[in-house]
């Protein structure tokens, strides 16, 4: 039996992906990526597994069940836990599609004992993901309603050892990771600066180890600064902690006065959901905000052992869960 699809939040784009032009983002993926799955497995059985005794072996099959409202973002992440424990997945739900609790999103086959060793690590890895992911679609939604043509971007303020699935989770969402690591691009912040005695000289020495294939940003706390950013060629001007009206005000005076093509101009700084769309401006190329990796609310998922003849039953999960939306199935 099928429950109809509840209508999901408005908060929440209703497509059936997130970032429709974005398809098989496992493929981005960097290839050490995996080794993690060791590391954080290692970090959860140091040891022996001694509640792994009690459930043995035996064949069991899990559901995967989506508690509160979220984008399903980081199925590649949860594929490869189970992998190595040597279950298979089963997903009734595309990554990047938008869900409502209480929503059946896929079924883990498997020996019990490696189910339930898998399940702590892939709950977090998905919760977590999904938080961004959902974010991240929040944000770009805003966006889109307001018709800004700009991009919507992550930080690198991410949690050390986490990074790939947030950043992941940003592109799951339909934002822009920004620079992924120092090497991706120069950013010369106010530090770098006052440290190379001023932006001009930041700016050339960056230059001379970058060369033309990386982008150089500077970071800015006046219009003045912004200027001589411009004047000494960096890619990207950032226009830090600016209030919104001045934000636009500066960056239309420079697009003015140095044209519109040669160099970007990013907001970045207390940017805040509710804030956001002030800072939306033909001249304002990109926002950046560190509200896209913290203090994300995460989704809420739960894995449960069910017998398998109620896998698919809609009266037996809807009694033991609550109302539960199988139409994925």
Not at 26 to 45: A, M, R, S
Not at 175 to 202: F, P, Q, T, W
Not at 306 to 329: E, M, N, P, Q
Request: proline share 4%.
């Amino acid at each position: 039996m099928k429950s109809a699809a509840p209508t999901p939040p408005s908060t929440i784009n209703s497509s059936s992906s997130s970032s429709p032009n974005l398809k098989n983002l496992e493929n981005v993926l960097p290839l050490n990526w995996e080794h993690q799955i060791t590391e954080w497995l290692k970090e959860d059985i140091p040891s022996f597994d001694f509640a792994g005794y009690v459930v043995g072996s035996k064949p069991e099959t899990a559901t995967l069940l989506g508690k509160s409202p979220g984008i399903l973002a980081g199925v590649p992440f949860f594929n490869a836990i189970f992998s190595h424990l040597s279950c298979s997945v089963s997903w009734h739900l595309s990554e990047g599609s938008s869900f409502t609790p209480i929503t059946l999103i896929a079924t883990v086959h498997g020996p019990a004992k490696n189910i339930l060793l898998g399940e702590r690590l892939s709950l977090n890895i998905l919760a977590r993901c999904s938080g961004i992911a959902t974010r991240a679609n929040q944000l770009n939604s805003i966006a889109k309603s307001e018709n800004w043509q700009g991009r919507i971007a992550g930080t690198r303020k991410t949690t050390p050892g986490f990074r790939v699935v947030e950043k992941y989770g940003m592109l799951v969402g339909g934002c822009d990771m920004h620079r992924y690591d120092l090497s991706s691009m120069v950013m010369l912040k106010d530090n770098h600066v006052v440290s190379a005695g001023g932006i001009g000289e930041a700016v050339r020495r960056a230059r001379e180890v970058c060369g033309f294939a990386v982008k150089i940003e500077v970071e800015c706390g006046k219009e003045e600064e912004a200027e001589e950013g411009v004047r000494e060629g960096a890619d990207v001007v950032m226009l830090d902690n600016f209030g919104s009206e001045e934000c636009k005000g500066v960056a239309k005076r420079l697009k003015e006065k140095y044209g519109r093509k040669g160099f970007l101009i990013e907001a970045s700084g207390g940017m805040t959901v509710e804030s956001v769309k002030n800072y939306f401006s033909e001249d304002v190329d990109v926002i950046s905000l560190g509200a896209l990796s913290q203090s994300v609310p995460h989704v809420d998922f739960s894995l449960k052992i069910v017998a398998i003849r109620h896998i698919c039953s809609y009266s037996y999960l809807s009694k033991k869960f609550g109302k539960v939306d199988v139409s994925t199935v």
